[in-house]
Every structure is written in C-alpha cells, then in structure tokens.
C-alpha cells in the first residue's frame, strides 16, 4: 500500500490533477488534496478509491475519452453549483424577509380627538 506522498507522486508521474482523479472516484478532490498534504488520514476506503481514479484516468486517457469526460463533468460540476449559488441566494432572500416583518414598527396611530 502506496503512503500519502506516494500516492502524490503516482498521480504526478501521469500528469493528472486532483480534479481529474475525482472524476473517476467517489472521493471529491479537496479530499485528495487534504491525504496528500496530511490533513486527513488515509484510509483503507480513501486508498482504495484514489487509485481507482488514478487508473481509470489513466485508461481514460489511453482511450482518448479523457477530454470528453471531463468536460461532462465541469459541466456537471458547475451545474451543481449554479444550484448551490441560487438555493443560498433564496435562503438568503427568505431569512431577510423573515427579518423584515419580525421588526417593530416605529410609528404609530395617533387618532384626534374630535373637538
């Protein structure tokens, strides 16, 4: 079993990024990033599918369907957060409102007595 820096330079050695090892993987590639520089600790599920994503980037490449791949999942990617932009903006949008209607009114209604 490879260590965290070795798995780093296995990645390395076949000109792959984070980003493209998560493609074929279910690990993200924060992750990735966070193993190798030590963050996190390695696990056996960690290990096990960073090397699926190395190799299967690898035969990807071999293939010739890297580039098609990874464009399906930029696109994927900023799908994702395009959702995640608007869902915030609407949760923003609903607290503010909420905040809104909640607040005391500073005037009041004064009624004149009829003389």
């Not at 390395?12 to 990024?17: D, N, P, V």
């Not at 590639?29 to 190395?54: A, C, M, P, S, W």
């Not at 994702?80 to 009041?108: D, F, L, M, P």
């Amino acid at each position: 079993m490879l260590n965290a820096r070795d798995l780093k330079e296995y990645r390395l050695l076949h000109g792959l990024s984070q980003r493209d090892v998560a493609m074929y993987c279910d690990v993200s590639y924060r992750l990735i990033g966070e193993v190798e520089n030590g963050q996190k600790n390695l696990t056996d599920f960690n290990y096990h599918e960073i090397i699926k994503g190395i190799n299967s980037a690898v035969q990807a490449k071999a293939r010739g369907t890297f580039e098609e791949d990874k464009k399906k999942y930029n696109e994927k990617e900023n799908e994702y957060e395009r959702n995640r932009v608007a869902q915030k903006k609407a949760e923003e949008k609903k607290v503010a409102t909420k905040k809104k209607n909640t607040r005391s009114s500073s005037s009041s209604t004064v009624k004149s007595e009829p003389k």
